[in-house]
């Protein structure tokens, strides 16, 4: 059985007196804690949105680059290309992307 610790030991012991400091200050300054913890959540949050954003753009962007070979090549390797159904295709893609771009800065 573990041997329990006495008091003398835990004063000793510089996690515990770490530990004990850290929750001083967050006694002595709750305000302060909160709001710190509140920034680094809402930093979290904000990358997490951005990482997720970025994904969703790639799927997109992955699945007009499938279209776009399919459109060029065919769905077989061995089928003919169509160059007129390609340029077709393609600024059909490019008008649709254009609309959920946002406006340019000029």
């Known amino acids: 059985m573990a041997k ?3 008091k003398a030991e835990i004063r000793r012991n510089p996690l515990a007196g770490w530990v004990a400091a850290t929750v001083q200050i967050i006694r002595e300054r709750k305000i302060l804690a909160i709001g710190s913890l509140a920034a680094i959540l809402a930093i979290v949050g904000g990358f997490a949105l951005y990482t997720w954003h970025q994904t969703q753009r790639e799927r997109e962007a992955q699945g007009l680059l499938v279209k776009a070979y399919n459109a060029m090549w065919g769905d077989a390797s061995s ?3 169509n160059p007129e159904q390609a340029k077709t295709l393609y600024a059909e893609m490019a008008a649709n ?5 946002p406006p340019r800065k000029r």
């Open 97 to 101: 992307t254009r609309e959920r771009l």
């Open 4 to 6: 329990e610790l006495t």
């Open 79 to 81: 089928a003919q290309r």
